[in-house]
């Protein structure tokens, strides 16, 4: 009896009816292998960043649950469109929405989790030979409301049915082959890793590297099922996400750009002040790092914020926060991610050169098991990434 696999496809894999004759192809070979084959999709190309500049020139501050129904209804399309597709090919499809599909959800809109999967109706599909087409990226709280997963929750989608439905693999298809030592875009000699324990990989999306979402990482290594990253558009080798593999090197370096750096300031010192600092953060969702008061005497708080969350973190500053002095800016950090390399020494002696030699700046550094990490004062160029890159990897 033929066991379930899940296969995901990006955005970039959905693009357009000529790539998604590319996909087709793709599906038809794995099921004229194992006819038991659910595949997730996400939203074609731009689609959702379309869909949610359209609703910001209706409103600065769309409500997030009109959200969530507008931004849901782009996989809808992707999914719709893949089932048409094969069953004129003479393969049986049938697409199915979030809540279709039995994903239940928390009532967190925009970044919801999955809380459970009711997968009745996707192995009443598979026992029928039907090819199981779910749209990515959402589901449905117990108001009955349609909710997101968050950017990147396709990923998470299709890892958490792969658990559910006990699935031998599941495989991420995009428009990359696979992880790679860093950026191949920044760095020319970057190389594909074969494998990658669930820690590694869990500290490099976590970092900002847009391979594969962090929950669904977290549910791979819960549920132990190997996640096997590919391209859609050729046939090499991918890398295998799966259990933690003994041995200390270095695996990937992570340079994220996308961070700002906030410093907010009040006269004097005020408790009251931080707590409606916080409470303001966590209600409209914006995640903050590294934060911290330095003064006894003042209210000087430094943290940082995603650069997506920008905009959001402004209205803020305007509407609720007006009485702080504020300032923020652009910053780097590197991440230097391997199993052990808390172990070696030598590895953070080697980061510790090359930040003396350029001169650097640290904010802030971080280790741990698998990971030295490093936020600098500043945006880095891409060549700092390049002779970390030589040192630590290419030696």
């Given at each position: 009896?033929?066991?379930?696999?899940?296969?995901?496809f990006g955005?970039?894999?959905?693009?357009?009816n000529?790539t998604?004759?590319i996909?087709?192809?793709?599906?038809?070979d794995?099921?004229?292998?194992?006819?038991k084959l659910?595949?997730?999709?996400?939203?074609?190309?731009?689609?959702?960043?379309?869909?949610l500049?359209?609703?910001?020139?209706?409103?600065?501050l769309p409500?997030?649950?009109?959200?969530?129904?507008l931004?849901s209804?782009?996989?809808?399309v992707?999914m719709?469109?893949?089932?048409i597709?094969?069953?004129?090919?003479?393969y049986?499809?049938?697409?199915?929405?979030?809540?279709?599909?039995?994903?239940?959800?928390?009532?967190?809109n925009?970044n919801?989790?999955?809380?459970?999967?009711?997968?009745t109706?996707?192995?009443?599909?598979?026992e029928?030979?039907?090819i199981?087409?779910?749209?990515?990226f959402?589901?449905?709280?117990?108001?009955?409301?349609?909710?997101?997963?968050?950017?990147g929750?396709?990923d998470?989608?299709?890892?958490?049915?792969?658990?559910?439905?006990?699935?031998k693999?599941?495989?991420?298809?995009?428009?990359?082959?696979?992880?790679?030592?860093?950026?191949?875009?920044?760095?020319?000699?970057a190389?594909k890793?074969?494998?990658l324990?669930?820690e590694?990989?869990l500290?490099?999306?976590n970092e900002g590297?847009?391979?594969?979402h962090?929950?669904s990482?977290?549910?791979g290594?819960?549920?132990?099922?190997?996640?096997?990253?590919?391209?859609?558009?050729?046939?090499?080798a991918g890398?295998?996400?799966?259990?933690?593999?003994?041995?200390t090197?270095?695996?990937?370096?992570v340079?994220?750009?996308?961070?700002?750096?906030?410093?907010?300031?009040y006269?004097?010192y005020?408790?009251?002040l931080?707590?409606?600092?916080?409470?303001?953060?966590l209600?409209?969702?914006?995640?903050v790092?590294h934060?911290?008061?330095?003064?006894?005497?003042?209210?000087n708080?430094?943290?940082?914020?995603?650069?997506?969350?920008?905009?959001?973190?402004?209205?803020?500053?305007?509407e609720d926060?007006?009485?702080?002095?504020?300032?923020?800016?652009?910053v780097?950090?590197?991440?230097?991610v391997?199993h052990?390399i808390?172990n070696?020494d030598?590895?953070?002696?080697k980061v510790m050169?090359?930040?003396?030699?350029?001169?650097?700046?640290?904010?802030?550094?971080e280790?741990?098991?698998s990971?030295?990490?490093?936020?600098?004062t500043q945006?880095?160029p891409?060549y700092?990434?390049?002779?970390?890159?030589?040192e630590l990897?290419?030696?």
């Amino acid at each position: 009896m033929d066991t379930v696999i899940v296969l995901k496809f990006g955005g970039s894999s959905m693009a357009d009816n000529l790539t998604l004759n590319i996909v087709a192809q793709k599906i038809i070979d794995f099921y004229q292998k194992n006819k038991k084959l659910v595949v997730v999709v996400s939203a074609q190309g731009k689609t959702t960043d379309r869909l949610l500049s359209e609703a910001k020139e209706l409103s600065n501050l769309p409500e997030e649950r009109e959200l969530d129904v507008l931004l849901s209804t782009g996989e809808q399309v992707s999914m719709s469109k893949l089932a048409i597709l094969l069953n004129r090919l003479g393969y049986k499809a049938v697409s199915l929405t979030g809540w279709q599909a039995g994903i239940a959800t928390n009532d967190l809109n925009q970044n919801a989790k999955i809380e459970t999967i009711d997968v009745t109706r996707i192995q009443k599909e598979l026992e029928q030979e039907n090819i199981v087409i779910v749209a990515g990226f959402q589901g449905i709280n117990l108001k009955g409301d349609i909710t997101t997963l968050g950017r990147g929750g396709s990923d998470t989608t299709a890892v958490a049915i792969a658990s559910a439905l006990q699935a031998k693999q599941c495989y991420i298809f995009s428009d990359v082959d696979g992880v790679y030592t860093t950026d191949p875009n920044k760095v020319t000699t970057a190389k594909k890793l074969e494998t990658l324990s669930y820690e590694e990989m869990l500290e490099i999306a976590n970092e900002g590297a847009k391979v594969l979402h962090n929950r669904s990482i977290e549910v791979g290594q819960k549920y132990h099922i190997p996640i096997i990253t590919k391209s859609t558009f050729n046939n090499k080798a991918g890398t295998i996400v799966q259990d933690k593999i003994e041995d200390t090197k270095v695996k990937s370096i992570v340079k994220n750009d996308d961070i700002i750096y906030v410093n907010m300031k009040y006269e004097t010192y005020s408790l009251e002040l931080f707590h409606q600092l916080l409470s303001l953060l966590l209600e409209h969702q914006i995640a903050v790092n590294h934060i911290q008061n330095e003064s006894k005497h003042t209210t000087n708080i430094f943290f940082t914020i995603k650069a997506s969350s920008l905009s959001k973190f402004q209205n803020l500053l305007e509407e609720d926060l007006s009485s702080f002095d504020s300032s923020y800016h652009n910053v780097s950090k590197i991440a230097i991610v391997g199993h052990g390399i808390r172990n070696d020494d030598t590895i953070f002696k080697k980061v510790m050169k090359i930040v003396k030699l350029n001169q650097l700046e640290v904010y802030h550094i971080e280790v741990n098991e698998s990971k030295i990490a490093l936020l600098f004062t500043q945006k880095l160029p891409n060549y700092i990434l390049e002779q970390l890159h030589k040192e630590l990897i290419e030696e």
